[in-house]
């Protein structure tokens, strides 16, 4: 029995410290556990911050990918547009040219029709009226070629960006070299 009290003795007399021990076991083990928290809030929010800039650098890039292609579009209609601008202004002057030419043969027929019955005037040269003759077929031949043109320009593919069309390929294009300016 004495044993026991001594026993009971010694454990009432220490047992604020074995208390504190415990306390400060939990204490270090409760801060040991705030520490690995904060580790773990680090860490996923670096992996957070490093997903977000992989995010932010590929939104930067598809935006600039879709900058370059409406450029590249962009480009590619406007050389398609010069291209139709230089077809339609051959067009023009290769018609006018046939207006005028028709104009012409009209006037050279009518000259050499008779007038009211009375013989009229004949033309002076009958090879002008050939050749006028001429002139009429072949630019309807240019015609035909023009049209031509158009299709198969329709049909190509735009243009690089950076060529641009000058205004004597252009008159190459609509199938003018300057004929029809000197007819």
Do not use: W
Not at 28 to 41: P, T
Not at 107 to 119: F, I, R, T, V
């Amino acid at each position: 029995m004495l044993r026991r009290l001594v026993r009971s003795y010694f454990r009432l007399r220490y047992f604020p410290r074995h208390i504190f021990a415990a306390f400060t076991g939990l204490s270090d083990a409760i801060a040991d556990l705030h520490r690995h928290e904060q580790e773990v809030i680090e860490r996923l929010m670096s992996a957070h911050e490093e997903r977000l800039a992989r995010i932010h650098e590929e939104i930067a890039g598809f935006c600039d990918d879709a900058i370059r292609a409406m450029m590249a579009e962009s480009a590619s209609i406007a050389s398609i547009d010069t291209r139709i601008q230089a077809l339609q202004h051959g067009l023009q002057r290769l018609e006018s040219g046939t207006i005028d030419a028709q104009g012409r043969l009209a006037a050279l027929q009518k000259s050499s029709e008779p007038a009211n019955g009375h013989a009229g005037p004949r033309a002076d040269d009958p090879g002008a009226i050939a050749a006028l003759t001429e002139l009429v077929r072949h630019q309807a031949a240019q015609m035909d070629h023009l049209k031509a043109l158009v299709m198969q320009q329709s049909r190509l593919p735009p243009a690089p960006a950076n060529t641009a069309v000058a205004p004597e390929a252009a008159d190459q294009m609509a199938g003018d070299d300057g004929r029809l300016s000197r007819a």
